[in-house]
């Protein structure tokens, strides 16, 4: 199979029928949360579209964020997407080791300069170069160095994207994110620790059938993933506006599935699509299982309070809508709903979304 080859070609080599194509095209247009009218177009791009090349660099991280990539191959629109693009190169998952690795790597990076996709995961150490290097070589360096002749950069998990847990006080490493330091390279963060597989795929797919990247949030998320908050999509939602909490993780209420707000929920604060998309091939998702969110799409989600303590709502708020005759559980989600509200409100005003177009036009 020739890296020239276009997607289209590449379905075709495999015995992939038209039908079949349209299938995959359909799910894809999906997987952008673009409305089935969108699926034609999507195939057009699609049959054009080359097969882009992809350089994965893991710097501090867990490896979790691979993990949740390479175990949810049950949808076949997510090991297509991994077929038909080149993954010239990836620490984790690629054959090669040693000095074979890295030449693999600066044969993408010249071979396709300017065109390959750079992913990161992990978040850089800036406190000493060696706290972290690959072949020798310290993760700013390479990061510097790859990110040159990309035409786009995917931070991969929350400490790619914001510094995750490195980034937690004391961050005895320096850590910070790839936008901390890559200025001038289209970026978009998939943040979350892990971040959803699909979430991931969906990314690579408009990259794939768009040349570029999707409309970002104020902290530089893609909006069809990001644009709605837990709390907004959450299933226990109508527990929450009666103000039918659970107090521990085993009473009658728990039992129930009430609202886990005073188990130290933060979705009404967490921008993410595990409501809608959920985890496991769709299966379940951490408030399904009885688990209030973390927060761990957000940055300094490590450093923000506690995980399982309630978020504070200004009681001032609080009293003025009971004061109107709302019940509690009403004032609380009307104060939560305003708090999330403000924050986006407020970042909006600092940094309005990116379009396609701009971001191609800062590269
Ligand atoms: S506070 Fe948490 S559990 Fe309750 S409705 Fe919101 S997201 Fe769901
Ligand atoms: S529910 Fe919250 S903490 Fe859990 S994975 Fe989703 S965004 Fe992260």
């Given amino acids: 199979m020739s890296d020239h080859n276009t997607l289209g070609e590449i379905l075709r080599e495999r015995g992939v029928s038209r039908r079949g194509f349209l299938k995959f095209c359909t799910a894809t247009a999906s997987m952008m949360a ?10 057009e791009a699609l049959e054009k579209a080359p097969r882009p090349s992809v350089i994965w660099l893991s710097f501090q991280e867990c490896t979790g964020c691979t993990e949740s990539l390479t175990r949810s191959h049950a949808p076949t629109i997510e090991s297509l997407i991994f077929d038909h693009v080149s993954l010239d190169y990836h620490h984790t998952l690629q054959a090669a080791s040693g000095d074979a690795a890295e030449a693999a790597r600066e044969e993408a990076m010249h071979a396709h300069h300017g065109k390959y996709l750079l992913v990161v995961d992990g978040s850089i150490p800036l406190g000493d170069p060696g706290f972290s290097t ?53 970026i978009v963060n998939v943040s979350g620790c892990p971040p959803i597989p699909s979430v991931i795929t969906g990314v690579l797919a408009h990259f794939l059938t768009f040349g570029g990247l999707p409309e970002l949030d104020q902290y530089g998320r893609p909006m069809v993933f990001f644009g709605q908050s837990i709390h907004d999509r959450c299933y226990r939602r ?19 599935g009430w609202c886990l707000y005073r188990l130290g929920c933060k979705g009404p ?28 799409s957000e940055p300094d989600f490590w450093d923000a309070g506690g995980f399982y303590k ?40 600092e940094r309005e979304p990116l379009t396609v177009e701009q ?4 590269s």
Wanted: glycine letters at 12%; hydrophobic letters at 40%.
């Fill in 238 to 256: 109508p527990f929450y506006d009666k103000g039918l909490f659970a107090e521990t993780f085993d009473d009658e209420g728990a039992r129930k």
């Fill in 134 to 186: 690959i072949a020798g070589i310290s993760n700013l360096d390479m990061l510097k160095e790859t990110a040159e002749g990309a035409a786009a950069i995917i931070a991969v998990g929350t400490c790619a994207a914001f510094g995750g847990l490195p980034h937690a006080a004391p961050n005895p490493t320096g850590a910070v994110s790839v936008s901390d330091i890559i200025k001038d390279k289209p």
């Fill in 310 to 349: 309630a978020l504070s709502i200004p009681t001032s708020d609080l009293a003025g809508a009971i004061g109107t005759g709302l019940g509690v559980g009403a004032a609380v989600g009307i104060a939560a709903g305003a708090m999330a509200h403000k924050k986006k409100t407020d970042a909006e005003h």
């Fill in 359 to 362: 971001l191609e036009g800062e």
């Fill in 269 to 296: 604060m967490t921008y993410n699509a595990c409501a809608t998309m959920k985890w496991n091939q769709g299966t379940s998702w951490p408030i399904e299982s009885g688990h209030g969110c973390l927060g761990c």
């Fill in 34 to 43: 673009l409305p089935p009218t969108m699926t034609m177009a999507v195939a």
